[in-house]
């Protein structure tokens, strides 16, 4: 988690159909296969929409390791926000990073259609 961003494991919930939807379609550009997860954390970044998911098997020590993918949009008001899926150390999916480079609010959640990869690790 980057450091200017906090976790408040009071917002976690089910992962929601349209991060399903994008997760799944963002997984399918990767050779290897991963369990999609049911319960992710709200991550505080101002509202641009990045989660964290949870940890099934719930271990301590959980880090970032490393960038799975990227991809980019534009958000309604064309601003371009970077999309990235990252993996942690015990190589489960980590984290969907949203970072719209204004740093303000996400207005609509991107569909799988409206992204581009721009980097496929």
């Known amino acids: 988690i980057p450091p200017n961003v906090s976790v408040n494991y009071m917002s976690m919930r089910p992962i929601n159909t349209s991060e399903e939807q994008l997760l799944a379609h963002l997984l ?30 719930n271990r301590t020590g959980r880090m970032y390791s490393r960038d799975l993918i990227q991809a ?8 371009k926000v970077l999309i990235t899926l990252t993996l942690d150390n015990y ?9 719209k480079t204004d740093f303000s609010e996400l207005i609509d959640y991107p569909k799988p259609n409206q992204v581009q990869i721009i980097v496929n690790k």
Do not use: A, C, H
Request: hydrophobic residues 30%; aromatic residues 14%; glycine residues 4%.
């Open 28 to 57: 399918s550009y990767l050779p290897t296969k991963f369990r999609l997860p049911d319960q992710v954390v709200v991550l505080d970044d101002g509202n641009m929409g990045s989660i964290e998911f949870v940890d099934p098997e």
């Open 91 to 99: 190589n489960n999916l980590y984290e969907l990073e949203f970072w």
């Open 72 to 79: 980019s949009y534009k958000d309604k008001d064309e601003t």
